[in-house]
Structures are given as structure tokens and as C-alpha cells.
């Protein structure tokens, strides 16, 4: 690929299906697993390979994981564990709002709730033949589990799609960040008002309950972490949800025998999450002195990108890394991060997604594909397909 490379912008560039996996090859391969490269028309490295992507998850003072957070949307969230640079201050509030998402009440939603949301939005599509699967589930499932576990109104679930958006393009339109903000929160506030004085079987309940060293969280700390949901884990999770579909139905019969022997669905999951993961380029900055990392000189305040899609591909840990290979072993896949940003919410990522196929499978188990082109994964930072439209 040579020059071209230079011409490459991560944010800009759409990169559709195979194009981004060709380019991070070709990255690796030609210049190394850390290489000059632009981010939004700004000058930014990438980091393309397995072994140097895990030392950099790890490397906390070359590579501080709360800057990017601080940078981009925590304006339109409030403050989290997840810009949190202080480690005393990450650690105790993530001790404090993390277990809420391993609670028995997460637990119960699980086994029964996720089933019947699912089956709920697949009668959602009516009659019709032909159905798009991102419109009619994909784009709503996650919202509407975040929602639903929370114990928010149901007569709000249409809004917090766009909400979530709206907060992640808070540096590009802050006044709507804003407005998403300040309506999640009216939305939020009462809900957590009334388990203050009413605990329910739901997971503000159990943040409102969560004390570590006599220290609990504020309204405001519940109202930031629960809007930080929406944003990260619904829109991830659609994305994942939306590159699972693809894989399974561009493969020319792997929907039908996968119909037949549902055992495989967990590895279907893992190998989807692994082969074409929704933050294929993780933007990180660098610190605020000058570091050298794999022998690249990188400015301070640098973009560097974590080329996930990059890592999980790697030859160098997975055996012809670009087949999609249900019952390999995922492992070392690198998806959901390492270090101590890495994601909270990867168990119930999970469940949604095996859950949600298994109904699918069950209710629509012939499934043809109608467009290929709209349904083939795009951009790099949260990457999902536009439309899956299919005949049942």
C-alpha cells in the first residue's frame, strides 16, 4: 500500500468492510507496529500490533487512559471513572459503581428480562418480509437493556438513542451535548430520588445503596455514571450487535447451521467481537511530556490510536486472523481493553448479544441477506453496519 498510507485520516476515512483490516496490515507490516499516521486532519500514531497494543493499554504514564475521556465527551457526561486520572479516586469510585453491574439484580434481568425484551422488538417488526435489523433491532436492543435494568421510564425509552449520540459528538456540536445532557439528567434525577427513599429490584437501587469505607455515591455521581452508560455501553454494543449479524449472514449458510446447533452461539459471539470489533481505533493521547515507545519518538499531547481491529487480527496470535472462525480460541483478543480503563460492562455485553441471536435464531431461523453494501461494517472509531436489510 506504500504512499497511500499517508494519506490516511482514521476520523475521516470511512474505510468500509475489509479496506480498514488491509490498511492496519498494511501499517504493521510495512512500517511497523507503530507508525505516523492523522486523526481528524491532525498529525497521530497508530498502534497495530498485539504485543505493543497490550504494553500500551498498560503503560499509564506514556499513555494516561482518562485524557482522551477528559478531552472528548466528559463536558456532556460529567466526570466518571473513566476520566478520572487520579488511581486512589478511580479505584474507590469504581469499587462503588462497578458492582451494581454483577448485582442480583442485574443478574435477574438477565435470565429474565433479556429474552423477552428481545423477543418484544422482534414482534416489533411486524409481518413484514423484508425488515431492516439495525432500524428494528440492532439500534434499539442495547438503549432499551440499559433503560430497562436501570429502572428508568419506559415512556422515555424512544429518547435515549439520540441522547447518546448527541453526548458522543460533543466536540463536534457541544450545544446539543449539552441539551442531551440536561434532558437525560431531568429524565434520571426523580428515578433516583425515589429509590432513595423506595429501593427497587433495579440497578439504581443498587447504586444508591453502594458504600465503600463509609463513602456512597452523590445524586450527581449516579446521574454522571448512568448517563456515561448510554454513550459507551449502548452504542458499543449496537455496534457489536450490528458486526455479529453481518458476519453471520455474509457467510453463505453459517445463520441456518447455526439455527440448528444454537451451543455455538457463545463462540460466535467471541469470534464476531474479535474479528470486527465496534472501536476498531481507540483514540488515546499521549502524555504531557515527549516518550518513546517502541523506538517511535512521540510528541507530547499526541493523538495515539489503538488500533483493537489491528491487534485482533494480528498473525502473529491468530491462526489466519482474517476468516471468521466460530470455536477458536478468542482469549488474547483485545476488545474490550486492558489495564484499568478496560470495560465494566463486557459481561453484559455479552449476555445481550448471545440472547438477542438465540431469539433471532429461534423466531427467524432462515434469514437472506438483501443488501450487502449497506450492511458492511464502516469508519473506525465506533463501527457498525448502516442497514442490515434481510428477507425472512
Given at each position: 500500500?506504500?504512499?497511500?498510507?499517508?494519506?490516511?485520516?482514521?476520523?475521516?476515512?470511512?474505510?468500509?468492510?475489509?479496506?480498514?483490516?488491509?490498511?492496519?496490515?498494511?501499517?504493521?507490516?510495512?512500517?511497523?507496529?507503530?507508525?505516523?499516521?492523522?486523526?481528524?486532519?491532525?498529525?497521530?500514531?497508530?498502534?497495530?500490533?498485539?504485543?505493543?497494543?497490550?504494553?500500551?493499554?498498560?503503560?499509564?504514564?506514556?499513555?494516561?487512559?482518562?485524557?482522551?475521556?477528559?478531552?472528548?465527551?466528559?463536558?456532556?457526561?460529567?466526570?466518571?471513572?473513566?476520566?478520572?486520572?487520579?488511581?486512589?479516586?478511580?479505584?474507590?469510585?469504581?469499587?462503588?459503581?462497578?458492582?451494581?453491574?454483577?448485582?442480583?439484580?442485574?443478574?435477574?434481568?438477565?435470565?429474565?428480562?433479556?429474552?423477552?425484551?428481545?423477543?418484544?422488538?422482534?414482534?416489533?417488526?411486524?409481518?413484514?418480509?423484508?425488515?431492516?435489523?439495525?432500524?428494528?433491532?440492532?439500534?434499539?436492543?442495547?438503549?432499551?437493556?440499559?433503560?430497562?435494568?436501570?429502572?428508568?421510564?419506559?415512556?422515555?425509552?424512544?429518547?435515549?438513542?439520540?441522547?447518546?449520540?448527541?453526548?458522543?459528538?460533543?466536540?463536534?456540536?457541544?450545544?446539543?451535548?449539552?441539551?442531551?445532557?440536561?434532558?437525560?439528567?431531568?429524565?434520571?434525577?426523580?428515578?433516583?430520588?425515589?429509590?432513595?427513599?423506595?429501593?427497587?429490584?433495579?440497578?439504581?437501587?443498587?447504586?444508591?445503596?453502594?458504600?465503600?469505607?463509609?463513602?456512597?455515591?452523590?445524586?450527581?455521581?449516579?446521574?454522571?455514571?448512568?448517563?456515561?452508560?448510554?454513550?459507551?455501553?449502548?452504542?458499543?454494543?449496537?455496534?457489536?450487535?450490528?458486526?455479529?449479524?453481518?458476519?453471520?449472514?455474509?457467510?453463505?449458510?453459517?445463520?441456518?447451521?447455526?439455527?440448528?446447533?444454537?451451543?455455538?452461539?457463545?463462540?460466535?459471539?467471541?469470534?464476531?467481537?474479535?474479528?470486527?470489533?465496534?472501536?476498531?481505533?481507540?483514540?488515546?493521547?499521549?502524555?504531557?511530556?515527549?516518550?518513546?515507545?517502541?523506538?517511535?519518538?512521540?510528541?507530547?499531547?499526541?493523538?495515539?490510536?489503538?488500533?483493537?481491529?489491528?491487534?485482533?487480527?494480528?498473525?502473529?496470535?491468530?491462526?489466519?486472523?482474517?476468516?471468521?472462525?466460530?470455536?477458536?480460541?478468542?482469549?488474547?483478543?483485545?476488545?474490550?481493553?486492558?489495564?484499568?480503563?478496560?470495560?465494566?460492562?463486557?459481561?453484559?455485553?455479552?449476555?445481550?448479544m448471545a440472547t438477542s441471536l438465540r431469539v433471532l435464531l429461534e423466531r427467524m431461523p432462515?434469514?437472506?441477506?438483501?443488501?450487502?453494501?449497506?450492511?458492511?461494517?464502516?469508519?473506525?472509531?465506533?463501527?457498525?453496519?448502516?442497514?442490515?436489510?434481510?428477507?425472512?
Amino acid at each position: 500500500m506504500g504512499t497511500a498510507l499517508d494519506s490516511i485520516d482514521f476520523a475521516l476515512d470511512e474505510m468500509p468492510g475489509e479496506e480498514l483490516h488491509d490498511v492496519l496490515r498494511a501499517y504493521r507490516e510495512e512500517r511497523g507496529p507503530v507508525a505516523a499516521t492523522h486523526f481528524l486532519g491532525l498529525p497521530a500514531f497508530v498502534i497495530s500490533s498485539h504485543e505493543a497494543l497490550l504494553d500500551a493499554f498498560r503503560d499509564v504514564e506514556r499513555f494516561p487512559p482518562h485524557l482522551m475521556y477528559e478531552l472528548s465527551f466528559e463536558g456532556a457526561v460529567g466526570r466518571s471513572f473513566i476520566s478520572m486520572g487520579d488511581a486512589k479516586e478511580h479505584l474507590v469510585y469504581r469499587k462503588l459503581a462497578t458492582p451494581a453491574f454483577r448485582s442480583r439484580a442485574l443478574q435477574r434481568f438477565e435470565a429474565e428480562g433479556l429474552a423477552p425484551l428481545a423477543s418484544e422488538l422482534v414482534d416489533d417488526l411486524g409481518d413484514d418480509a423484508e425488515v431492516d435489523l439495525v432500524e428494528g433491532f440492532s439500534a434499539r436492543l442495547p438503549y432499551l437493556v440499559i433503560s430497562r435494568m436501570l429502572g428508568l421510564p419506559r415512556e422515555r425509552e424512544s429518547e435515549f438513542h439520540g441522547w447518546a449520540k448527541a453526548q458522543l459528538a460533543f466536540r463536534d456540536d457541544p450545544v446539543a451535548a449539552e441539551k442531551a445532557k440536561a434532558e437525560l439528567t431531568n429524565c434520571l434525577a426523580p428515578v433516583v430520588e425515589a429509590r432513595r427513599s423506595e429501593p427497587r429490584d433495579d440497578v439504581i437501587s443498587e447504586l444508591v445503596a453502594a458504600e465503600v469505607d463509609g463513602r456512597s455515591l452523590s445524586d450527581e455521581e449516579i446521574h454522571s455514571h448512568v448517563r456515561l452508560l448510554f454513550p459507551t455501553g449502548g452504542e458499543t454494543t449496537y455496534g457489536s450487535l450490528g458486526n455479529l449479524l453481518f458476519a453471520l449472514l455474509c457467510h453463505e449458510g453459517e445463520w441456518e447451521r447455526l439455527a440448528r446447533d444454537p451451543s455455538r452461539i457463545d463462540a460466535a459471539v467471541e469470534e464476531a467481537l474479535r474479528g470486527e470489533t465496534p472501536i476498531a481505533v481507540l483514540p488515546r493521547r499521549s502524555g504531557s511530556q515527549p516518550a518513546r515507545f517502541r523506538g517511535v519518538d512521540i510528541p507530547a499531547d499526541s493523538w495515539v490510536l489503538f488500533a483493537i481491529a489491528g491487534a485482533n487480527r494480528d498473525p502473529a496470535v491468530f491462526d489466519d486472523p482474517d476468516s471468521f472462525r466460530i470455536g477458536r480460541d478468542t482469549s488474547d483478543a483485545l476488545t474490550f481493553g486492558r489495564g484499568v480503563k478496560s470495560c465494566p460492562g463486557l459481561h453484559l455485553a455479552r449476555r445481550s448479544m448471545a440472547t438477542s441471536l438465540r431469539v433471532l435464531l429461534e423466531r427467524m431461523p432462515q434469514l437472506e441477506l438483501l443488501d450487502g453494501e449497506a450492511a458492511i461494517p464502516r469508519r473506525s472509531v465506533l463501527r457498525s453496519p448502516a442497514a442490515l436489510r434481510v428477507r425472512r
